[in-house]
């Protein structure tokens, strides 16, 4: 198997049939991608961060040292690199994109600040390609406005959350409606709500 397509983390057992490699992900992005991905960094790097406290967000999602994590939507990385460091050295981080833009801008973040635990992926959230049961949390903010189906997206985060796994979401949508939303499928239900997030835990197939 070519090696841009295996995960960067081989010792984890997750081989994903994604192509990874920056060459790949280059020649995909088209001039929209780029200036769409344009639009969303400015906003992200230069208005976002002056009000938002990446670190107070994710540990109120709920990421904490040693999980496997998977964020979907990472856009200019915002919240990917923050997420690594509380993740910490034996944790790990996936993020996920459809633009290819965005996900070489992440990576070349990624490599910059020299993080290992880390990796930014091109692939669609409906279709991860992470197995089943790999992840302890995911975190979806701001992106539940851009998913075509969100019962498929929905699907697919339920399949790769492990047991005890959480699904963490930031949304413009109203709280209530959120939690309609997404338990409708009876795949999650509400466990909690802190400032601005909104926690749901895993139900298994008996809707337990």
């Given at each position: 198997?070519?090696?841009?397509?295996?995960?960067?983390?081989?010792?984890?057992?997750?081989?994903?049939?994604i192509?990874?490699?920056?060459?790949?992900?280059?020649?995909?992005?088209?001039?929209?991608?780029?200036?769409?991905?344009?639009?969303?960094?400015?906003?992200?790097?230069?208005?976002?961060?002056?009000?938002?406290?990446?670190?107070?967000?994710?540990?109120?999602?709920g990421?904490?040292?040693?999980?496997?994590?998977?964020e979907?939507?990472?856009?200019?990385?915002f919240?990917?690199?923050?997420?690594a460091k509380?993740?910490?050295?034996?944790?790990y981080?996936?993020?996920?994109?459809?633009?290819?833009?965005?996900v070489?801008h992440?990576?070349?973040?990624?490599?910059?600040?020299?993080?290992?635990?880390?990796?930014?992926?091109?692939?669609?959230?409906?279709?991860?390609?992470?197995?089943?049961?790999?992840?302890?949390?995911?975190?979806?903010?701001?992106v539940?406005?851009?998913?075509?189906?969100?019962?498929?997206?929905?699907r697919?985060?339920?399949?790769?959350?492990?047991?005890?796994?959480?699904?963490?979401?930031?949304?413009?949508?109203?709280?209530?409606?959120?939690?309609?939303?997404?338990?409708a499928?009876?795949?999650?239900?509400?466990?909690e709500r802190?400032?601005?997030?909104?926690?749901?835990?895993?139900?298994?197939?008996?809707?337990?």
């Amino acid at each position: 198997m070519d090696e841009s397509y295996q995960s960067l983390r081989p010792e984890s057992g997750i081989i994903a049939m994604i192509n990874t490699s920056p060459e790949a992900n280059f020649a995909r992005a088209t001039k929209y991608d780029q200036v769409h991905f344009g639009v969303i960094r400015i906003v992200h790097e230069c208005l976002y961060g002056h009000f938002v406290d990446p670190y107070r967000l994710l540990t109120q999602a709920g990421i904490r040292d040693g999980q496997q994590v998977l964020e979907v939507g990472c856009g200019p990385g915002f919240f990917t690199l923050p997420a690594a460091k509380i993740a910490g050295e034996t944790g790990y981080v996936y993020a996920l994109d459809i633009n290819p833009a965005a996900v070489e801008h992440v990576r070349r973040k990624i490599t910059r600040t020299g993080l290992g635990n880390v990796e930014a992926r091109l692939a669609d959230a409906s279709e991860t390609g992470l197995p089943s049961q790999s992840i302890d949390m995911v975190f979806l903010f701001g992106v539940m406005q851009a998913f075509k189906d969100v019962s498929k997206v929905l699907r697919e985060m339920h399949r790769v959350l492990r047991t005890t796994g959480t699904l963490s979401i930031r949304s413009g949508v109203p709280a209530d409606k959120l939690a309609q939303i997404v338990s409708a499928d009876g795949l999650f239900a509400i466990r909690e709500r802190t400032r601005g997030v909104s926690i749901f835990k895993k139900k298994d197939a008996d809707g337990l």
